[in-house]
């Protein structure tokens, strides 16, 4: 089993940039689909990105397509999501997620998800 710590979260103006990163540990990262949730105050951890063990495929919720990019080195056991044109909407705890042998879309109890890092938006 992997363990994945966030980075990149902060404070950007609403139509600025932001570039997350997650770090991987362990001997399987290769094997694992990975994705980004966010969750808002008050709200449901709803799915942001994911992509496939070997970055071939990629799926993005509705809200963020065209605007944020998900992408994996796994030679580095690394997954990015770089976020365009930010909104104040987006605004959110991030978290790492992965799943062995399976997309990270679909979330359970095999999941494994990072400690999260916050995304604030100002209008």
């Known amino acids: 089993q992997v363990q994945v710590v966030e980075s990149g979260g902060g404070l950007v103006q609403a139509g600025g940039s932001l570039r997350l990163s997650c770090a991987a540990s362990?001997?399987?990262?290769?094997?694992?689909?990975m994705g980004w949730f966010r969750q808002a105050p008050g709200k449901e951890r709803e799915f942001v990105a994911a992509?496939?063990?070997?970055?071939?495929?990629?799926h993005y919720a509705d809200s963020v397509k065209g605007r944020f990019t998900i992408s994996r080195d796994n030679t580095k056991n690394t997954v990015s999501l770089q976020m365009n044109s930010l909104k104040p909407e987006d605004t959110a705890v991030y978290y790492c997620?992965?799943?062995?042998?399976?997309?990270?879309?679909?979330?359970?109890?095999?999941?494994?998800w990072g400690q999260g890092t916050q995304v604030t938006v100002s209008s």
């Open positions: 992509i496939t063990a070997s970055g071939g495929n990629t």
């Open positions: 997620a992965g799943r062995l042998g399976g997309s990270a879309y679909y979330r359970g109890p095999d999941t494994v």
């Open positions: 362990g001997r399987t990262f290769s094997s694992y689909g």
